[in-house]
């Protein structure tokens, strides 16, 4: 059993239950904080205040965003790719915290800017790396008819005797080339000012859109945005206002073969794999949003008076600031045990993303609501910060697949699991 000479006032950590970080760890966890707290925080707030149309301007604060992130280099793709899975297991979950607690908008902002990048390095293609590892990009996935139909991308979740729709984005394969068209839905993280996308989208190989299980066929691929393409206006919106997203009309914009990531028979593990990769990335961010909102919350209960001392004093305010803390910690637990698992040996599979992006963004959107309370009306009003975090939490219930759609798929991967492990 532990035993004291002397009862010690515990010692935490900036993400509380700590138990060991290397020098190297808790300097990056140090500079990414910083970063948020000096860049992030201050650029978000001024974001957040300004329109769609003006966040996305020359000159708008996102730009001095931008060239900061570079400068820091804490997202650095080819630094990221360098590391062993084990080190992308301790840092990630590091940095991804302190940006989600300096800003969630501008955090997903450059996630999911970085995904055309991300998918010409892990092609390993000097072409693709050359044409696509720069600049911003998005993720084009859903379509104005395909918001969860694409997040359940394996139809199990579909209405008996009925089949998913075809959507309104659609690729057609002509001999060394790909023509796509239509449109992507409004979401699109970083669409307004995207210079290229990640696309996913229905492909047609030849022999029409369905394939013989009557699902649609797919294509992953990368696409420049000069020639082709317009784009809506910028979307407004509650929350993640300094995340700008919109949609993007593809006009039978031609692209070589050489730009398919993943065709007929690879594109679905693509699809796999940038939701379980975001999901997880997801869950850590949103770990920081839970902590942010707790944190404001430990503050004012020991600055605001009221019963004739500060709320601290009060028992039930005590237990209210515990029961935050309980499920900040709850939520990074399980988000770090998520990372763990995909970069281990038994992973990466959705069923642990999909778990730990649905119980994170929960717990932060119930942290933030039960903060807000706590700060009474100065809660609700934007001097205080508490509202923006509130609003900022209730869009990643959404964000990434719905939260309720998510937990349908994850409950049937693991009816596959058991069905497998007895043989039914
Ligand atoms: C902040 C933010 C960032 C985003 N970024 C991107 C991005 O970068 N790229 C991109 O492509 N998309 C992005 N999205 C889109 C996001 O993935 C979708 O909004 C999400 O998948 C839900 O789709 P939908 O909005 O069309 O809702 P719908 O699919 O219309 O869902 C409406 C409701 O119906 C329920 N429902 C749907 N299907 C079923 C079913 N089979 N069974 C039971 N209930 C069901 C859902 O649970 C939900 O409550 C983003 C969204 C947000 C909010």
Known sequence: MFAFDRIPNPTLGMAGLEAQLSEEERAIQEVAHRFAEEVMRPIGRKLDHMTPDEVVA?????WDYVRQMKEIGLLDLQAVGAMSSEQKARMLP????????????????????????????????????DRFGNGIGCWVGTQPDRGSDLGDIQATQVHPGT?????????????DEVVITGQCSAWVSGAPVATSGFVFCQCDY?????NDQGGLNY???????DKGVTKGKPLDKIGQRPLPQGEIYFNDVVIPKKYVIAGQDTAHGAFFGALTFANMEMALTFTGVARAAFEHALAYA?????????????QSVRARLFDMWRKVESARAIAHRVVNYNYGPNGPHVLGSI???????????????????MF??????????????FRDARAALIEDGENNLLSLVGGSWLSTWYKQQHGL
Not at 58 to 62: E, F, H, N, R, Y
Not at 104 to 128: H, Q
Not at 355 to 373: C, G, H, I, M, R
Not at 376 to 389: A, C, F, S, V
């Open 58 to 62: 020359a000159g708008s604060p996102l």
């Open 94 to 129: 590091l940095i991804f915290e302190e940006l989600g607690w300096g800003d969630p908008g501008l955090a997903i902002f450059s996630l999911a800017t970085a995904f055309p990048a991300f998918a010409a390095y892990m092609s390993g293609d000097p072409e693709l790396i």
């Open 163 to 175: 089949k998913q729709g075809r959507g309104n984005l659609f690729a057609k394969v002509v001999g």
């Open 206 to 210: 030849g022999d029409g859109l369905w």
């Open 219 to 225: 294509i992953a691929a990368l696409v420049p945005f």
């Open 302 to 314: 020991h600055e605001r008076k009221q019963g004739g001392t500060q709320l601290i004093n009060h």
């Open 355 to 373: 778990t730990s992006k649905t119980y994170v963004t929960q717990a932060a959107f119930e942290v933030a609501n039960e903060a807000l309370q």
């Open 376 to 389: 009474g009306g100065n809660g609700l009003t934007k001097e205080y910060p508490l509202e923006k975090i």
